[in-house]
Protein backbone atom coordinates (compact mmCIF):
# COMPACT_ATOMS: atom_id res chain seq x y z
CA UNK A 1 0.00 0.00 0.00
CA UNK A 2 1.12 3.05 -1.23
CA UNK A 3 1.13 6.13 1.63
CA UNK A 4 2.11 9.71 1.04
CA UNK A 5 2.39 11.57 4.25
CA UNK A 6 2.95 15.48 4.63
CA UNK A 7 3.75 17.59 8.00
CA UNK A 8 5.06 20.81 9.01
CA UNK A 9 2.09 22.96 8.06
CA UNK A 10 1.54 25.26 10.76
CA UNK A 11 0.65 29.11 11.23
CA UNK A 12 2.84 31.05 10.16
CA UNK A 13 3.31 34.84 9.78
CA UNK A 14 4.20 36.77 6.72
CA UNK A 15 8.29 36.82 6.38
CA UNK A 16 8.20 33.52 8.13
CA UNK A 17 9.70 30.33 7.27
CA UNK A 18 8.68 26.48 7.01
CA UNK A 19 9.96 23.81 6.33
CA UNK A 20 7.21 20.52 4.99
CA UNK A 21 8.53 16.97 4.78
CA UNK A 22 6.56 14.64 2.73
CA UNK A 23 7.68 10.71 4.02
CA UNK A 24 6.75 8.13 1.14
CA UNK A 25 6.38 4.30 1.76
CA UNK A 26 5.25 1.15 -0.03
CA UNK A 27 6.95 2.85 -3.32
CA UNK A 28 10.21 2.64 -4.59
CA UNK A 29 11.02 6.38 -3.95
CA UNK A 30 14.37 6.95 -5.41
CA UNK A 31 12.93 5.96 -8.66
CA UNK A 32 10.03 8.64 -9.08
CA UNK A 33 9.95 12.33 -9.52
CA UNK A 34 8.61 14.25 -6.89
CA UNK A 35 6.25 17.06 -6.54
CA UNK A 36 4.99 19.21 -4.22
CA UNK A 37 1.32 21.42 -4.98
CA UNK A 38 -1.10 23.63 -3.69
CA UNK A 39 -4.45 24.69 -3.13
CA UNK A 40 -5.79 27.51 -1.77
CA UNK A 41 -9.75 27.49 -1.01
CA UNK A 42 -11.97 28.54 -4.30
CA UNK A 43 -8.70 28.20 -6.63
CA UNK A 44 -7.67 24.93 -8.54
CA UNK A 45 -4.66 22.69 -7.75
CA UNK A 46 -1.46 24.53 -8.83
CA UNK A 47 2.30 23.18 -9.42
CA UNK A 48 4.84 24.31 -6.94
CA UNK A 49 8.32 22.36 -7.23
CA UNK A 50 9.34 19.37 -8.67
CA UNK A 51 12.81 17.11 -7.91
CA UNK A 52 14.18 14.64 -10.14
CA UNK A 53 14.55 10.94 -8.88
CA UNK A 54 18.99 11.55 -7.59
CA UNK A 55 17.64 15.56 -7.08
CA UNK A 56 20.30 16.76 -9.41
CA UNK A 57 17.07 18.36 -11.54
CA UNK A 58 14.54 20.56 -9.80
CA UNK A 59 11.79 23.00 -11.40
CA UNK A 60 9.64 25.93 -9.43
CA UNK A 61 6.97 27.78 -10.28
CA UNK A 62 7.59 30.91 -10.84
CA UNK A 63 5.97 33.02 -7.63
CA UNK A 64 8.54 30.80 -5.58
CA UNK A 65 11.88 30.83 -7.10
CA UNK A 66 14.21 31.96 -5.37
CA UNK A 67 12.17 31.17 -1.98
CA UNK A 68 11.28 27.80 -1.73
CA UNK A 69 13.71 24.79 -1.94
CA UNK A 70 12.68 21.40 -2.76
CA UNK A 71 15.08 18.37 -2.03
CA UNK A 72 14.86 14.88 -1.03
CA UNK A 73 16.53 12.70 0.88
CA UNK A 74 16.39 8.95 -0.92
CA UNK A 75 17.53 7.25 2.07
CA UNK A 76 14.77 8.46 4.05
CA UNK A 77 11.96 8.08 1.55
CA UNK A 78 11.49 11.61 2.22
CA UNK A 79 10.86 15.08 -0.03
CA UNK A 80 11.30 18.07 1.86
CA UNK A 81 9.92 21.61 0.51
CA UNK A 82 11.79 24.43 2.62
CA UNK A 83 9.72 27.54 2.11
CA UNK A 84 11.27 31.31 2.97
CA UNK A 85 9.90 34.57 3.05
CA UNK A 86 6.14 33.11 3.95
CA UNK A 87 3.54 36.07 2.10
CA UNK A 88 -0.66 35.15 2.60
CA UNK A 89 -0.56 34.66 -1.10
CA UNK A 90 1.25 31.14 -0.20
CA UNK A 91 -1.56 30.02 2.26
CA UNK A 92 -2.95 26.61 0.97
CA UNK A 93 -3.41 23.41 1.59
CA UNK A 94 -0.08 21.77 0.66
CA UNK A 95 0.34 18.11 -1.25
CA UNK A 96 3.30 16.34 -2.25
CA UNK A 97 2.83 13.56 -4.82
CA UNK A 98 4.70 11.00 -6.52
CA UNK A 99 4.71 10.21 -10.89
CA UNK A 100 4.75 7.23 -12.04
CA UNK A 101 8.40 4.66 -12.31
CA UNK A 102 10.90 6.46 -14.04
CA UNK A 103 8.99 9.01 -15.54
CA UNK A 104 10.57 12.51 -16.03
CA UNK A 105 10.14 16.26 -14.56
CA UNK A 106 6.45 17.16 -15.30
CA UNK A 107 4.39 19.96 -13.67
CA UNK A 108 0.88 18.63 -14.65
CA UNK A 109 -0.73 17.34 -11.88
CA UNK A 110 -2.66 14.41 -14.28
CA UNK A 111 0.99 13.10 -14.30
CA UNK A 112 1.13 12.17 -11.46
CA UNK A 113 0.17 9.11 -9.75
CA UNK A 114 0.39 9.02 -5.86
CA UNK A 115 -0.87 12.02 -3.25
CA UNK A 116 -0.76 12.55 0.59
CA UNK A 117 -3.43 13.53 2.23
CA UNK A 118 -2.04 17.30 2.47
CA UNK A 119 -0.90 19.53 5.09
CA UNK A 120 -2.26 23.24 5.53
CA UNK A 121 -0.19 26.46 5.66
CA UNK A 122 -1.60 29.38 6.70
CA UNK A 123 0.31 32.72 6.51
CA UNK A 124 -0.85 35.57 8.25
CA UNK A 125 0.02 39.56 7.27
Known amino acids: QVQLVESGGVLGQAGASLNLSCVASGLSFSSRTMGWFRQAPGKEREFVAA????????NYRDSVKGRFTISRANAKNTVYLQMNGLTPEDAATYYC??????????????????WGQGTQVTVSS
Open 97 to 114: AATPFRKGMTERSEDYQY
Open 51 to 58: ISWAGGNT
